[in-house]
């Protein structure tokens, strides 16, 4: 599985991207997909998921009710909308793919491939 993530940016606090991941080389319909984030110095951590039917999501505490994850399995992409965005979360934000299990899952342990991150930097 192949993971191109993009969108990243600089925006203002307050402003709004949207993450893009397209991904590529196994039915993209069957897996789990979730968007994770590592700033400098700290762990990453989980941000967002969808499951293959897109009928179950899970956010971070942090980004619920700012932050929509969605997919669009024709296209074989799943996208992260970022509104009312704070310099808190300024990160590298990776997409990663979980081929096992039938809910999604916070653990970054359990995916099975990843993106190469795409920057995302909020200025204050």
């Known amino acids: 599985v192949q993971l191109q993530a993009s969108g990243g940016g600089l925006v203002q606090a307050g402003g709004s991207l949207r993450l893009s991941c397209a991904a590529s080389?196994?039915?993209?319909?069957?897996?789990?997909m979730a968007w994770f984030r590592q700033a400098p110095g700290k762990e990453r951590e989980f941000v967002a998921a969808?499951?293959?039917?897109?009928?179950?999501?899970s956010y971070a505490d942090s980004v619920k009710g700012r932050f929509t994850i969605s997919r669009d399995n024709a296209k074989n992409t799943v996208a992260l909308q970022m509104n009312s965005l704070k310099p808190e979360d300024t990160a590298v934000y990776y997409c990663?793919?979980?081929?096992?299990?039938?809910?999604?899952?916070?653990?970054?342990?359990?995916?099975?491939?990843w993106g190469q991150g795409t920057q995302v930097t909020v200025s204050s």
């Open positions: 969808i499951t293959r039917s897109a009928v179950s999501t």
């Open positions: 990663a793919v979980e081929v096992h299990y039938i809910s999604v899952t916070r653990n970054p342990e359990q995916y099975d491939y």
């Open positions: 080389g196994r039915t993209f319909s069957n897996v789990n």
